[in-house]
């Protein structure tokens, strides 16, 4: 069966932040100038809990601060954990090959 998980993905985080404040601490930049942060919405990481519910991916390229968050997940079978999906790096390289 296939789903849209960057639709169920938006709608955990929309969860999460509600009409709440959210402030972003920036790290830095990757290599195609877009911002690094980690955000909160109070004192709740925001990053954490997305990676931690299965929504999102510990980006290892970056940083490892969120893989035993991760592994919690797939280990749960959480979010996107529950089925199978493609990296997003895998799906925005196939999709450059296919232009």
Request: with cysteine; net charge positive; hydrophobic share 40%.
């Amino acid at each position: 069966m296939s789903y849209m998980c960057g639709v169920e993905s938006k709608k955990a985080l929309v969860e999460i932040v509600q009409d709440k404040l959210v402030r972003c601490e920036i790290s830095g930049a990757d290599r195609y100038g877009r911002l690094l942060a980690t955000c909160f919405v109070g004192k709740q990481n925001i990053n954490a809990t997305m990676v931690q519910r299965g929504w999102a991916l510990s980006y290892r390229r970056y940083s490892a601060r969120y893989v035993a968050k991760e592994q919690e997940a797939i280990t749960l079978q959480q979010g996107i954990h529950a089925g199978l999906f493609m990296m997003p790096w895998e799906w925005r390289k196939a999709c450059r090959n296919t232009r």
